[in-house]
């Protein structure tokens, strides 16, 4: 049976932490070192990536492996981009296991159907890039070069950190789990009954909109927006992303 590589840290209540795409559970930075202050961190490497490198899973068996990741009992969940669509799978397949949610710019898909195709095909053919170069190093300086990252601090021991990732994960990952392979989640949400924090950087206008049409489409999800914050939110504003999301557990019953 597959099992996600997973990194505790902390003590507290438990907080199952899920990256982005090129990511890994190392890359938390000080987002993470905010957290671990009240929170036991049990902070995930999703398939494809870092430790879980050789896991192969799409969506919805990524979020059934990230829903048993968090130990025996229930447990709070962040995810962030791919994290966050992996969470929120998790979440409206396995609610039992979740007090509550957090998600990062996240969002339950492509709903134009043409719209889900490009974005899929354009996935495969960088998945097919990748596989035939090898090279993981010019892959992840060329994402990082993506206009969602452009106020992203340069932290050279965060991308280190994604250069460990091989180009065989990262390519399963794109084929199994990237955007366009998403079946729509959008009619699902009414049925998420977990208390849900969308986190969101007010400069990320396309998923400022995506958050706000998912407040008023889940019954219990409220917004948060991060003041100067692009789509890495957590990573371009860390202490404030951090004050929010921690005074939002503190306040919200499970």
Request: aromatic letters at 4%.
């Amino acid at each position: 049976m597959q099992q996600l590589h997973v990194e505790a840290s902390g003590e507290g209540p438990p907080l199952v932490l899920a990256h982005g795409f090129t990511q890994t559970g190392r890359c938390w930075g000080s987002l993470g070192n905010l957290l671990r202050t009240n929170h036991e961190l049990r902070a995930v490497d999703l398939p494809g990536h870092g430790g879980s490198s050789d896991v192969r899973a799409d969506l919805v068996e990524a979020g059934n492996l990230l829903a048993e990741a968090g130990g025996s009992g229930t447990f709070d969940l962040l995810g962030y981009s791919l994290g966050a669509r992996i969470a929120l799978h998790a979440a409206l397949s396995r609610p039992e296991r979740i007090g509550r949610l957090v998600l990062i710019g996240g969002t339950p898909g492509i709903v134009d159907a043409p719209a889900r195709q490009v974005r899929r095909q354009r996935d495969d053919e960088l998945a097919e890039e990748l596989e035939r170069s090898g090279d993981v190093d010019a892959f992840i300086d060329r994402w990082l070069t993506n206009p969602m990252f452009a106020r992203l601090p340069h932290d050279p021991a965060a991308v280190a950190e994604r250069k460990r990732n091989t180009a065989p994960g990262l390519a399963s990952s794109l084929r199994l789990a990237g955007t366009g392979t998403q079946a729509p989640l959008w009619e699902r949400l009414s049925t998420l009954e977990l208390p849900t924090l969308l986190v969101v950087g007010t400069t990320d206008v396309r998923f400022t909109a995506i958050a706000e049409a998912m407040v008023h489409a889940a019954p219990n999800a409220v917004l948060a927006l991060v003041a100067g914050a692009g789509h890495a939110a957590h990573a371009e504003q860390p202490a404030l992303t951090s004050r929010i999301i921690g005074s939002w557990l503190a306040q919200t019953p499970h």
